[in-house]
């Protein structure tokens, strides 16, 4: 059932082409779009997740992390040029491994763009109630964070989240400068940060660099865990892929938008965490054994109240330009994510969309999923299941829990994707390959490998979830998807063809980045 019902390739871009989107998207544009989607909660809000599990030896989490996109990455690639069309890594699978497995890595995706909007809103509601308290206007506490957080409930995370989903419905293709914009906000906001951090940098601030060690798998905490989690802030560069269908020359520019985006991306992060750690700080909060609490615990809450410690910041950028005496600066840091961060929650439920709106295109998931609303030509129903989905779950649950969810969907995806590059070399070693992953039979193995390693040190309660979520899925397939798949005996494909508006510019960057 994994490996059979094989969708040929060819036949993929023929279902493409029937219900297709309109290409316009080039290699500027794309790039744009990869750095807004890389470039978002994960840096802005996770420094201080990382630090709280590896302390100064985050700094290493976050070259593991960039190594192990970077692998991805270069097979994300190939197969991104050779398979131009919407579906990300669920169609690649679809076509190389097999239904079943494309199922899975479809279902997986849920967690890595829909939980990654949940995340994202949950970051930029830390950072506006951070504005809201500084300008004397606080939320009541309760409304500030979810029930794990110390709070009640996050209502800005709902109420952006909703917002973002309304935005989507209605259409955002007319603006794209907007994105662009938005890039530039973020962008010109992380330098800013280095410019005033890296000055105050003491040696002092790094020791002890190891204070949890390496890890073990199962843990979540150490510089593998922390590689896991800071993992959220590299992922996003794969969002270019989902764009393929909408983009001009795409055998050129999906592998030029992929890879420079996450070179310009894992420059400023080396230089952010940097200049975060060694400015204030970033041990972490410990029990009374010596042991770090898990972010995200209702314990490291209660050991946070009253403690300026960067491990117990929502807002962790802004608040080391506080401590470092720039408190303006630091307000300017918070509205700069205020501002840009959006964009990263709409990028991501767009993608989340377009996985879905693929896999009903495939007979999947219900057609109505892809029913396009008749005035605003977008897939109106899905987005709103799964913008209502993203602002329950980021009302009620803590950043780093939602990260480490959906990196466990993003690790799984990865690894399906490196699989696939390999068997496609060897079933179609002919197909034309407008980029060839270097050094391929040494590059997917290592993706591989850094991909289970990163996936095996999250905590056992996320990895509790995915499977959990996995069991949900084949369960889903064997009652539905099995039975209603175009390729399934006695099935035609359907001939009407629903037109999407063109990829939402508004989120060039398509995170609108975690």
Known sequence: MLFWRVKPLDQILATAERKSLKRQLGAFQLTMLGIGAIIGTGIFVLTAEAGQKAGPAMMLAFVIAAVVCALAALAYAELAAMVPVSGSAYTYTYGVLGEGLAWAVGWALVLEYAVA????????????????????????????????????????????????????????SKSAKVNAVLVLIKVAALTAFIIIAIPAVQDENFKPFFPTGWGSPLGGIGVLGAAASIFFAYVGFDAVSTAAEETKNPNRNIPIGLIASLGVCTIFYLLVGYGAVGSIGSQPMLDLNGVAFHPGSPQLAEACKGSDALVCSREPLAHVLRMLGFAKWGNAIGLAAALALPSVILMMIYGQTRIFFTMSRDGLLPGILSKVHPRFHTPYVVTIITGVFVAAFAALFPVGVLADISNSGTLFAFVMVSIAVMILRKQQPNRPRPFRTPMVWLVCPLAIAGCLLLFLNLSMYTLSLFFGWAVIGLVVYAFYGYRNSDLAPGRSPPTDTPQLEPAPKFHEGPDLGP
């Open 117 to 172: 909007a949940c995340a994202v809103s949950v970051g930029w509601s830390g950072y506006m109630n951070g504005l809201l308290i500084s300008a004397g206007y606080p939320l009541p506490e309760f409304l500030r964070t979810g029930p794990m957080d110390g709070g009640s409930f996050n209502l800005l995370a709902l109420l952006i989240a909703l917002v973002v989903t309304f935005l989507l419905v209605i259409g955002t």
